[in-house]
């Protein structure tokens, strides 16, 4: 089965810092991939989706993600941070394989104003 | 806008009570989801529905069971609730092929004392 590493558990920085957030999955094949966020309070939403083509992908709010294959990675980038970003971020990734969604762990942003 | 919602945001309950989860979505999807949300460990898929009356065990299906009668709801029941069911948690729909976007409802913080 698909295992997503996201290796920072608590990522700390101050406004306006240049962000990036790991993600990893454990086996090629054809993946979709995924960031949901979840805001203090609020219910998980997708941030921004990988399902083929280029693989830097736009999401809202200024995001972005590079899908590198032969690195089973798809890390989410921002470049410069603002005080709302404060959320936990979570990768997933389908596998067509087994057809299913694996998620990593989550990675638990704070921006210090 | 999708929108899926939960029956309760804070429920507690005693140990080996019967709980049920219920989750509704407004957007005629197939594909209705119930995952569980722990502190370092992620979202855990416990089971998932691709259509009515169906149902499929995900990757932590113990202690649980589901009932999908009508497309736009689908149960979680925990049939004699542990300490160790203690958790937030999520339902998800999506509509098309399984590999698309879930979407999100708000969450049951569940307490078993």
């Known amino acids: 089965a698909q295992s997503v590493s996201q290796h920072n558990h608590h990522v700390i920085l101050s406004e306006a810092a240049s962000l990036e957030l790991g993600c990893n999955y454990s086996?090629?094949?054809?993946?979709?991939l995924f960031w949901y966020v979840q805001y203090p309070g609020q219910h998980l939403q997708l941030l921004l989706k990988?399902?083929?083509?280029?693989?830097l992908v736009k999401g809202i709010k200024g995001f972005e993600a590079e899908f590198i294959k032969s690195k089973f990675s798809f890390n989410l980038r921002k470049p410069s941070v603002q005080w709302s970003d404060t959320a936990e971020y979570f990768c997933?990734?389908?596998?067509?394989?087994?057809?299913?969604?694996?998620f990593g762990t989550g990675t638990r942003l704070t921006i210090i104003p | 806008d999708v929108k899926v919602t939960q029956s309760s945001r804070y429920l507690v309950k005693r140990t080996g009570e019967k709980v049920f989860l219920e989750c509704v979505q407004d957007?005629?999807?197939?594909?209705m989801f119930w995952y569980r949300q722990d502190p370092g460990l992620g979202l855990r898929l416990i089971y998932f529905?691709?259509?009515?009356?169906?149902?499929e065990k995900g990757d932590i299906p113990e202690g649980y069971s589901v009932s999908r009668e009508k497309k736009e709801r689908f149960s979680l029941i925990l049939e004699s609730a542990s300490t160790n069911q203690t958790s937030m948690y999520l339902c998800?729909?999506?509509?098309?092929?399984?590999?698309?976007?879930?979407?999100f409802g708000p969450g049951t913080r569940l307490t078993v004392l």
């Open positions: 086996y090629g094949g054809t993946v979709n």
């Open positions: 990988y399902f083929s083509g280029d693989p």
């Open positions: 997933a990734v389908y596998d067509f394989g087994n057809e299913k969604l694996t």
């Open positions: 998800a729909s999506s509509g098309g092929p399984p590999y698309n976007e879930q979407f």
């Open positions: 957007m005629d999807h197939e594909n």
């Open positions: 529905s691709y259509d009515v009356k169906m149902k």
